[in-house]
C-alpha cells in the first residue's frame, strides 16, 4: 500500500476518474494530464488537496503541481487507477487534442522560430548599429555620418554587414534547418534545401522588383524564373514541409539496404524541383498578399483602430507564446517594403509593461520584499525581456497589466500614425530605437514618453484604491518590541552596574553575536550569477509554489551539493533535478534548465546514486550547457527548499556573481 494511496484515489476521482484521462506522466515536481474533458476536473477541490501544492493549463495539459515526491505520487495513482502513464513526449501529442487547429498551427510556427530569435536578435542589434553611424547626419552642420569623417567606422560598418547579410538574407536556411529539426528528420538536408533558395546563381530576392530582366532556367518546353528568397518565410516554410514528408515517405517504402541512397537523394531533389516550380512562387504570393494587408491595415483608413488593437492585445499574447508568430509578418514586412511598422509597436508594448511595474515600485516603495521583484523586473522589461514584469508583478495584481496595455495601445496610435518604421526585428524596449530607420527615431523616442507617462500614472492611480500599501510592521508592533527591548537594556544595566548606554551596545553584539554563530549556509552549488525565483521565468518555480530559494545563470557545468545531506530523489530517465535531505532536515531541489524534462536525459549525467551521502561541493550532475541551449531551453539552475523542517529564518542573498562551494546563497537559523 502506498504512502499516497488515498491521496491518488481522491485525485482520480476530481480529475473526472480513469475514463477522462488520455494520457498521464510526470516530471520532478509535477502531474501532468490530458483530459479528454477538461472541465470535468475539480480544480478547487484539487489544489484544496493536501499533497498538491497547486495547478495550471499550459499548452492543452493539466498540470498538478506535487513536488519532489512526484515519482512516487505517481506510482500510487497509476496504479489505483489502472493505467499506464506514457513518456512526457505522447503527453504533449495527446494534448493537441484539447487545442483548435489554429492552436496546433501557431504553436508549431512559434517552435520553429523560437531557435532563431538569438540570431535575429543579434542582427537588429547589428543592424540598429550600423543605422547610428551611418545613416544618422550628426557631424558638419548635419550633412555628414560618423563614416563619412572615418575611415575606421567606415570599414566597420562595412564589416558588420557580413553579420546582418547572414542573419537575414539567409534566414530562409535557419528556417529549413528549424522545421527538420522540430519534426525529427535529417538536419543537413533541411540546411541544403535552405541554401538553394538563397544561392548566388538566383536573382537576390530584394532585386527582382526593379529587375529589367529575370533569368530563367529553360527546359525546352516551360521556362521557370530563377529567383531567390532571401529573407522569405512562407516559401522556406512550404518547402522544408515538403521535405519532411518526402523523406518520411521515402523512408517508410525503402528498403534498408538501399535507404541511405534512395532517401536523401529522392527527397531533396523532389523538394528542391517543388521549392522553385512551385512552392516558391505561391508562398512569394502568400506572403505578400498577408504583408500587403497588414500593410494596408497599418497604413490605410482604418489605420488607427488597427494600431489601437494591436497595442492592446500584443501583451496578452506574449502570455501565451503566440507572440512569436508577427516575426513572420515582421520579416515579410522588411522584404517587401523595406522595414516594419509593426515590430515599433511591439517593442512599444514591452516598455508600457515596465512602466506600469514603474508604477508598482512606487506604490510599493516602503515594501522591500516586493521591491526585490519589482526593481529587476522593471530593469529587464525596459531592456525588451517583458515576461518577469508580466509573471512576477503585473499580472499578480492584474490592473498593472491592463494599464500597460492601454499605454501600449495610445502609443501604437501614435507610432502609426507618424510612420515608425524599424529596419529590423528582435531590439524590444528602449534599445529598440537602435532598430528604427533615422527619420522615426525622433517620433519613436515621443512614442517612448507616452507609454513612459500613461502607464505608470493610471497604476499609480488605480493602486491607491486597489492596493493595500505595506509600509512595515505597524506603528503598535514597533511600540511593543521597542519596549521590550528598552526592559531588557534597563535590566542589563542594572545587573552590570554601568550605563544604559554601554548596556544596550552589550546586548547589541552579544545578540549580533549569538544570531551569527546561529545561522547556517547553503553554498553555491555552480559558478555563475545569482537571480531571485521571479526572474527565471517558470510559472511553477517563479511564483514559489514549490517553496522559496535561488537561482544561478550557469558558468559551469558541473551541479554540486551546496551543504552535508543524502541524495533523495533522482529522476532516472531525464537526469535533469535531484533532491537532497539536508542534515538539518531540510528538503531541497536542484532543477538543471527550465523543461529539460523533454531532452529525455541527453546531455546529463549523474554522478551520485539515491541514498547516497554526500558533503558540501560534491558533484551531483554534470551537464552539457550547448545541449540545453541547442535544444531551446534556458540553463538557469534553481535550487528550491522544498521542506524548511525546523529551519527558520531563511534568507536568499542574489544579485551577485557566485563561486562554487564558496559563495553563500541561502543562510538560515
Same mark, same amino acid.
Given at each position: 500500500?502506498?504512502?499516497?494511496?488515498?491521496?491518488?484515489?481522491?485525485?482520480?476521482?476530481?480529475?473526472?476518474?480513469?475514463?477522462?484521462?488520455?494520457?498521464?506522466?510526470?516530471?520532478?515536481?509535477?502531474?501532468?494530464?490530458?483530459?479528454?474533458?477538461?472541465?470535468?476536473?475539480?480544480?478547487?477541490?484539487?489544489?484544496?488537496?493536501?499533497?498538491?501544492?497547486?495547478?495550471?493549463?499550459?499548452?492543452?495539459?493539466?498540470?498538478?503541481?506535487?513536488?519532489?515526491?512526484?515519482?512516487?505520487?505517481?506510482?500510487?495513482?497509476?496504479?489505483?487507477?489502472?493505467?499506464?502513464?506514457?513518456?512526457?513526449?505522447?503527453?504533449?501529442?495527446?494534448?493537441?487534442?484539447?487545442?483548435?487547429?489554429?492552436?496546433?498551427?501557431?504553436?508549431?510556427?512559434?517552435?520553429?522560430?523560437?531557435?532563431?530569435?538569438?540570431?535575429?536578435?543579434?542582427?537588429?542589434?547589428?543592424?540598429?548599429?550600423?543605422?547610428?553611424?551611418?545613416?544618422?547626419?550628426?557631424?558638419?552642420?548635419?550633412?555628414?555620418?560618423?563614416?563619412?569623417?572615418?575611415?575606421?567606422?567606415?570599414?566597420?560598418?562595412?564589416?558588420?554587414?557580413?553579420?546582418?547579410?547572414?542573419?537575414?538574407?539567409?534566414?530562409?536556411?535557419?528556417?529549413?534547418?528549424?522545421?527538420?529539426?522540430?519534426?525529427?528528420?535529417?538536419?543537413?538536408?533541411?540546411?541544403?534545401?535552405?541554401?538553394?533558395?538563397?544561392?548566388?546563381?538566383?536573382?537576390?530576392?530584394?532585386?527582382?522588383?526593379?529587375?529589367?530582366?529575370?533569368?530563367?532556367?529553360?527546359?525546352?518546353?516551360?521556362? /521557370?524564373?530563377?529567383? &531567390?528568397?532571401?529573407?522569405? !518565410?512562407?516559401?522556406?516554410?512550404? =518547402?522544408? @514541409?515538403?521535405? #519532411? +514528408?518526402?523523406?518520411?515517405?521515402?523512408?517508410?517504402?525503402?528498403?534498408?539496404?538501399?535507404?541511405?541512397?534512395?532517401?536523401?537523394?529522392?527527397?531533396?531533389?523532389?523538394?528542391?524541383?517543388?521549392?522553385?516550380?512551385?512552392?516558391?512562387?505561391?508562398?512569394?504570393?502568400?506572403?505578400?498578399?498577408?504583408?500587403? /494587408?497588414?500593410?494596408? &491595415?497599418?497604413?490605410?483608413? !482604418?489605420?488607427?483602430?488597427?494600431? =489601437?488593437? @494591436?497595442?492592446? #492585445? +500584443?501583451?496578452?499574447?506574449?502570455?501565451?507564446?503566440?507572440?512569436?508568430?508577427?516575426?513572420?509578418?515582421?520579416?515579410?514586412?522588411?522584404?517587401?517594403?523595406?522595414?516594419?511598422?509593426?515590430?515599433?509597436?511591439?517593442?512599444?508594448?514591452?516598455?508600457?509593461?515596465?512602466?506600469?511595474?514603474?508604477?508598482?515600485?512606487?506604490?510599493?516603495?516602503?515594501?522591500?520584499?516586493?521591491?526585490?521583484?519589482?526593481?529587476?523586473?522593471?530593469?529587464?522589461?525596459?531592456?525588451?525581456?517583458?515576461?518577469?514584469?508580466?509573471?512576477?508583478?503585473?499580472?499578480?495584481?492584474?490592473?498593472?497589466?491592463?494599464?500597460?496595455?492601454?499605454?501600449?495601445?495610445?502609443?501604437?496610435?501614435?507610432?502609426?500614425?507618424?510612420?515608425?518604421?524599424?529596419?529590423?526585428?528582435?531590439?524590444?524596449?528602449?534599445?529598440?530605437?537602435?532598430?528604427?530607420?533615422?527619420?522615426?527615431?525622433?517620433?519613436?523616442?515621443?512614442?517612448?514618453?507616452?507609454?513612459?507617462?500613461?502607464?505608470?500614472?493610471?497604476?499609480?492611480?488605480?493602486?491607491?484604491?486597489?492596493?493595500?500599501?505595506?509600509?512595515?510592521?505597524?506603528?503598535?508592533?514597533?511600540?511593543?518590541?521597542?519596549?521590550?527591548?528598552?526592559?531588557?537594556?534597563?535590566?542589563?544595566?542594572?545587573?552590570?552596574?554601568?550605563?544604559?548606554?554601554?548596556?544596550?551596545?552589550?546586548?547589541?553584539?552579544?545578540?549580533?553575536?549569538?544570531?551569527?554563530?546561529?545561522?547556517?549556509?547553503?553554498?553555491?552549488?555552480?559558478?555563475?550569477?545569482?537571480?531571485?525565483?521571479?526572474?527565471?521565468?517558470?510559472?511553477?518555480?517563479?511564483?514559489?509554489?514549490?517553496?522559496?530559494?535561488?537561482?544561478?545563470?550557469?558558468?559551469?557545468?558541473?551541479?554540486?551539493?551546496?551543504?552535508?545531506?543524502?541524495?533523495?530523489?533522482?529522476?532516472?530517465?531525464?537526469?535533469?533535478?535531484?533532491?537532497?535531505?539536508?542534515?538539518?532536515?531540510?528538503?531541497?531541489?536542484?532543477?538543471?534548465?527550465?523543461?529539460?524534462?523533454?531532452?529525455?536525459?541527453?546531455?546529463?549525467?549523474?554522478?551520485?546514486?539515491?541514498?547516497?551521502?554526500?558533503?558540501?561541493?560534491?558533484?551531483?550532475?554534470?551537464?552539457?550547457?550547448?545541449?540545453?541551449?541547442?535544444?531551446?531551453?534556458?540553463?538557469?539552475?534553481?535550487?528550491?527548499?522544498?521542506?524548511?523542517?525546523?529551519?527558520?529564518?531563511?534568507?536568499?542573498?542574489?544579485?551577485?556573481?557566485?563561486?562554487?562551494?564558496?559563495?553563500?546563497?541561502?543562510?538560515?537559523?
Amino acid at each position: 500500500m502506498g504512502k499516497y494511496q488515498d491521496d491518488a484515489q481522491q485525485l482520480l476521482r476530481l480529475v473526472g476518474g480513469r475514463e477522462n484521462i488520455a494520457a498521464v506522466s510526470h516530471c520532478m515536481t509535477r502531474m501532468r494530464f490530458v483530459l479528454n474533458d477538461p472541465s470535468k476536473a475539480d480544480v478547487k477541490a484539487i489544489e484544496a488537496m493536501k499533497s498538491v501544492k497547486g495547478s495550471f493549463t499550459q499548452a492543452g495539459q493539466f498540470q498538478v503541481i506535487i513536488g519532489n515526491t512526484v515519482a512516487d505520487f505517481y506510482n500510487d495513482f497509476v496504479a489505483a487507477a489502472g493505467i499506464e502513464g506514457v513518456s512526457k513526449d505522447a503527453v504533449k501529442a495527446a494534448a493537441k487534442q484539447n487545442q483548435t487547429w489554429i492552436q496546433r498551427l501557431l504553436s508549431a510556427l512559434a517552435e520553429i522560430f523560437a531557435p532563431l530569435i538569438p540570431a535575429i536578435i543579434t542582427g537588429g542589434l547589428i543592424l540598429g548599429f550600423r543605422n547610428c553611424i551611418d545613416s544618422l547626419y550628426l557631424f558638419e552642420n548635419g550633412t555628414k555620418t560618423l563614416c563619412d569623417i572615418s575611415r575606421f567606422w567606415s570599414g566597420l560598418d562595412s564589416f558588420l554587414w557580413l553579420i546582418g547579410e547572414a542573419v537575414f538574407h539567409m534566414l530562409p536556411v535557419g528556417i529549413c534547418w528549424s522545421v527538420t529539426k522540430k519534426m525529427g528528420t535529417t538536419q543537413m538536408l533541411g540546411i541544403v534545401l535552405g541554401l538553394t533558395l538563397v544561392s548566388g546563381q538566383l536573382l537576390n530576392a530584394y532585386s527582382v522588383a526593379g529587375a529589367t530582366e529575370i533569368p530563367y532556367w529553360d527546359f525546352g518546353f516551360f521556362k /521557370v524564373n530563377m529567383i &531567390g528568397y532571401q529573407a522569405q !518565410v512562407l516559401p522556406a516554410i512550404l =518547402a522544408a @514541409f515538403t521535405l #519532411v +514528408y518526402l523523406e518520411k515517405f521515402f523512408r517508410k517504402i525503402t528498403p534498408q539496404v538501399v535507404s541511405m541512397i534512395v532517401v536523401p537523394f529522392c527527397s531533396l531533389l523532389l523538394a528542391v524541383i517543388a521549392a522553385h516550380f512551385v512552392l516558391g512562387p505561391i508562398g512569394w504570393k502568400i506572403g505578400s498578399a498577408i504583408s500587403a /494587408v497588414v500593410y494596408a &491595415g497599418i497604413t490605410g483608413p !482604418v489605420k488607427v483602430l488597427f494600431a =489601437a488593437i @494591436f497595442g492592446f #492585445v +500584443y501583451a496578452p499574447l506574449v502570455i501565451t507564446g503566440l507572440h512569436h508568430m508577427s516575426n513572420a509578418i515582421d520579416m515579410q514586412l522588411i522584404a517587401d517594403f523595406g522595414g516594419t511598422m509593426l515590430w515599433p509597436m511591439i517593442a512599444l508594448s514591452n516598455i508600457a509593461q515596465g512602466s506600469a511595474v514603474l508604477g508598482m515600485v512606487f506604490l510599493q516603495k516602503n515594501d522591500a520584499d516586493a521591491q526585490e521583484v519589482n526593481i529587476p523586473s522593471c530593469i529587464s522589461c525596459y531592456l525588451g525581456v517583458t515576461e518577469p514584469a508580466m509573471f512576477g508583478v503585473n499580472l499578480k495584481h492584474v490592473f498593472p497589466f491592463v494599464c500597460g496595455m492601454i499605454g501600449s495601445a495610445c502609443a501604437a496610435v501614435v507610432s502609426v500614425i507618424t510612420g515608425c518604421t524599424a529596419n529590423a526585428i528582435g531590439v524590444g524596449g528602449i534599445p529598440g530605437i537602435l532598430s528604427m530607420q533615422p527619420r522615426s527615431m525622433l517620433s519613436f523616442a515621443v512614442c517612448m514618453v507616452i507609454t513612459v507617462i500613461i502607464p505608470f500614472v493610471l497604476t499609480v492611480a488605480a493602486g491607491k484604491s486597489r492596493l493595500k500599501i505595506s509600509a512595515g510592521k505597524s506603528g503598535e508592533e514597533k511600540t511593543a518590541e521597542t519596549n521590550i527591548l528598552e526592559e531588557t537594556i534597563a535590566e542589563t544595566a542594572a545587573e552590570a552596574d554601568t550605563s544604559a548606554e554601554n548596556a544596550a551596545k552589550e546586548y547589541t553584539k552579544e545578540a549580533d553575536a549569538e544570531k551569527t554563530d546561529a545561522r547556517k549556509e547553503l553554498k553555491a552549488y555552480l559558478t555563475g550569477k545569482v537571480i531571485p525565483l521571479k526572474e527565471v521565468n517558470d510559472g511553477v518555480f517563479s511564483e514559489g509554489i514549490m517553496g522559496e530559494g535561488a537561482a544561478i545563470i550557469p558558468e559551469d557545468d558541473l551541479l554540486c551539493a551546496p551543504a552535508d545531506g543524502t541524495v533523495s530523489v533522482l529522476m532516472e530517465n531525464s537526469r535533469h533535478a535531484c533532491g537532497l535531505t539536508l542534515d538539518c532536515g531540510m528538503e531541497i531541489l536542484l532543477h538543471i534548465g527550465i523543461d529539460t524534462v523533454d531532452m529525455q536525459g541527453d546531455g546529463f549525467e549523474y554522478l551520485v546514486k539515491a541514498g547516497q551521502r554526500v558533503h558540501a561541493g560534491d558533484a551531483l550532475i554534470r551537464f552539457d550547457r550547448d545541449k540545453i541551449r541547442k535544444a531551446g531551453h534556458p540553463d538557469v539552475t534553481v535550487c528550491i527548499i522544498t521542506d524548511q523542517a525546523d529551519a527558520q529564518d531563511v534568507t536568499i542573498l542574489t544579485g551577485m556573481d557566485a563561486s562554487v562551494k564558496t559563495t553563500t546563497i541561502i543562510s538560515y537559523e
